[in-house]
Antibody
Framework: QVTLTESGPALVKPTQALRLTCTLS??????????MNWIRQPPGKALEWLAR???????FYSTSLQSRLAISKDTSRNQVVLTMTNTGPADTATYYC???????????????WGQGTVVTVSS | QSALTQPPSASGSPGQSVTISCTGT?????????VSWYQQHPGKAPKLMIY???RRPSGVPDRFSGSKSGNTASLTVSGLQAEDEADYYC??????????FGGGTKLTVL
């Protein structure tokens, strides 16, 4: 079964770093063509794309957040990790891991999503 | 980059058709034929409904269709059904391997 499962802290204090993990099942993060993304959604608000990492370790970031984000992959654990530094209340959101549609030339469509992990940034 | 502009709400009666617009700029929607649409029910993850403006993934009913003209993309849902009530988000390629989402539209089936 092909699934994505996000995990991470439910509560983070402002200014602390946030580390989120996406565990892949049914396919490998290192398989040719696999591109993995993090997307977030604040409560009651719209989706926001954050970052992407490709099978060949290419990495891409949201222009507005790139200074605070780092995406990586652990091939031995079949996981994708997102680290966000200097968090604030505006980072409170559900964070989703999503796979780019394989036939998408530019990586604009996401065909497999995790259930999301809820993160609250508060003191 | 600002979010793509979608109407906050749309509605239609069962069996009717409804169209949701998604307006961007020449740097995103207007510059590329890479617009996707997502359906999100409350408390659930988004689901891909349309990609590359008008292509449907396997399993998505043909009641859902997409189009684009200039800087505006559109999602049309024909033959509205109760289960189509959800939030819908557009997404566009914005160059340099980045994407941008719309603000979302809440579709109500009356």
């Amino acid at each position: 079964q092909v699934t994505l499962t996000e995990s991470g802290p439910a509560l983070v204090k402002p200014t602390q770093a946030l580390r989120l993990t996406c565990t892949l099942s049914g396919f490998s993060v290192s398989s040719t063509g696999v591109r993995m993304n993090w997307i977030r959604q604040p409560p009651g608000k719209a989706l926001e794309w954050l970052a992407r990492i490709d099978w060949d370790d290419d990495k891409f970031y949201s222009t507005s957040l790139q200074s605070r984000l780092a995406i990586s992959k652990d091939t031995s654990r079949n996981q994708v990790v997102l680290t966000m530094t200097n968090t604030g209340p505006a980072d409170t959101a559900t964070y989703y891991c999503a796979r780019t549609l394989s036939r998408s030339p530019v990586g604009d469509a996401f065909d497999l999503w995790g259930q999301g992990t809820v993160v609250t940034v508060s003191s | 980059q600002s979010a793509l502009t979608q109407p906050p709400s749309a509605s239609g009666s069962p069996g009717q058709s409804v169209t949701i617009s998604c307006t961007g700029t020449s740097s995103d929607v207007g510059g590329y034929d890479y617009v996707s649409w997502y359906q999100q029910h409350p408390g659930k993850a988004p689901k891909l409904m349309i990609y590359e403006v008008a292509r449907r993934p396997s399993g998505v009913p043909d009641r859902f269709s997409g189009s684009k003209s200039g800087n505006t993309a559109s999602l049309t849902v024909s033959g509205l059904q109760a289960e189509d009530e959800a939030d819908y988000y557009c997404c566009s390629y914005a160059g340099s391997n980045t994407v941008i989402f719309g603000g979302g539209t809440k579709l109500t089936v009356l």
